[in-house]
């Protein structure tokens, strides 16, 4: 079992209230962003684009707590920038422990092993560990040689200490779906809790636009990947969104579904488009037109995403929707390997790219942002 019972039982509980007490629109996860400086560049990325007052700049573990106390939800995914370079993270995470909230944090892992003896284990913290796919693809989405190495230590080293441990994997257009099977393997076979794993968002600020994945495209690499599926594998994510993400079934995006809160206050409208900031969650929800947004909206933003994001939780009110909608939930977890034989011709005759075309490329400019980001990683902690 990927997730722990209590972890489900706890959801489980707070959705069905919020269907019970009538609410059309709650949140599932909230996306807390205590800061957007990080110790990698990645052309995918289009969250660390910010001047060095901006990267310097930080959350307070009070206003962490206070948003997270606003929001009310069960779940707290801390991305970034990389949350490890936040000097009172530590404090941050026991904060939420404390508050029995189930804690996501997010971290590209090159900090890991010097700073776990700063947390405790628990069943409410999980490190979620960003690895792209196997060591080639990885270091070369991540720009840094080695990357891929430091990265499954950390891994390693957080789950002997008795950490849980999940991974997030991006994919990007090209991605050899057989490269990550295996990849799937070799994070089993370390141990780790549950995959995530989703298709990249065009980000306007992200240095390759080129390597995003259509719609189109998204279904046949994940159909691909998932389809005939082994039953070692265990996903951190509804199995609702992954069929979603093969093609096999249509959900609508739920942009409120994971608010995101950060040195500028609640996103509007979501994680991924940064439309204005409201200064308190009740008017994140009253003020964002949401018919505006998601792919049946016409958005030309909204047309091609298929993010976790976004469509995580609207697999998760499926699932308690109707009891259709559990059963089916029920039926996926238990006895569905999704046997596909098209999907095994689609494996069979992939062919990679020369020369890491099916990877994102990084222009010399970004590498100079990320020499950058690493010479003064020191000060920007400090703050001097």
Request: glycine share 8%.
């Amino acid at each position: 079992m990927a997730i722990p019972l209590s972890q489900m039982w706890t959801v489980a509980s707070y959705v069905v209230t919020q269907k019970l007490k009538g609410r059309k629109r709650y949140p599932l996860v909230l996306m807390l962003e205590p800061l957007f400086r990080c110790n990698l560049a990645c052309a995918g990325c289009g969250k660390i684009q910010y001047p060095a007052h901006i990267l310097k700049a930080e959350l307070t573990p009070e206003e962490c707590f206070k948003a997270v106390d606003e929001c009310g939800t069960p779940m707290v995914s801390i991305p970034g920038g990389e949350p490890l370079l936040h000097p009172k993270m530590p404090e941050i995470v026991q904060g939420l422990v404390d508050r029995k909230k189930y804690v996501y944090m997010c971290t590209n892992a090159l900090l890991l092993k010097e700073k776990l003896h700063l947390f405790k284990p628990s069943k409410y913290l999980s490190f979620s560990v960003h690895i792209d796919g196997e060591r080639e693809h990885h270091d070369f989405g991540v720009c840094r040689e080695g990357g891929y190495d430091i990265a499954m230590d950390g891994v390693r080293a957080a789950i002997a200490a008795g950490f849980r441990v999940t991974t997030n994997t991006t994919l990007f257009d090209g991605a050899d779906p057989n490269s990550v099977r295996r990849h799937f393997d070799q994070l089993t076979e370390a141990g780790v809790e549950g995959i995530m794993l989703s298709p990249g968002y065009t980000y306007d600020k992200a240095p390759d636009q080129k390597h995003f994945l259509g719609r189109a495209r998204s279904r046949k690499l994940f159909r691909s990947i998932l389809s005939n599926r082994k039953s070692t594998w265990q996903f951190n994510a509804s199995p609702i969104f992954l069929e979603f993400l093969m093609g096999k079934r249509e959900l609508t995006c739920t942009p409120w579904g994971m608010p995101t809160y950060s040195i500028f206050g609640w996103q509007k409208p979501c994680y991924l488009l940064q439309d204005g900031y409201a200064d308190t969650f009740a008017e994140l929800m009253e003020s964002v037109e949401w018919s505006n947004y998601g792919t049946e909206s016409g958005n030309p933003r909204c047309a091609n995403c298929m993010v976790h994001s976004g469509y995580e939780a609207s697999g998760v009110n499926y699932t308690f929707g109707s009891f259709k909608g559990m059963a089916q939930t029920i039926k996926a977890i238990l006895f569905d390997s999704h046997k596909d034989e098209q999907a095994n011709k689609l494996l069979n005759d992939w062919r990679p790219a020369s020369n890491h075309e099916h990877l994102v490329q990084i222009g010399s400019g970004f590498a100079s942002r990320e020499a950058e980001v690493v010479n003064h990683e020191e000060s920007l902690v400090s703050g001097d």
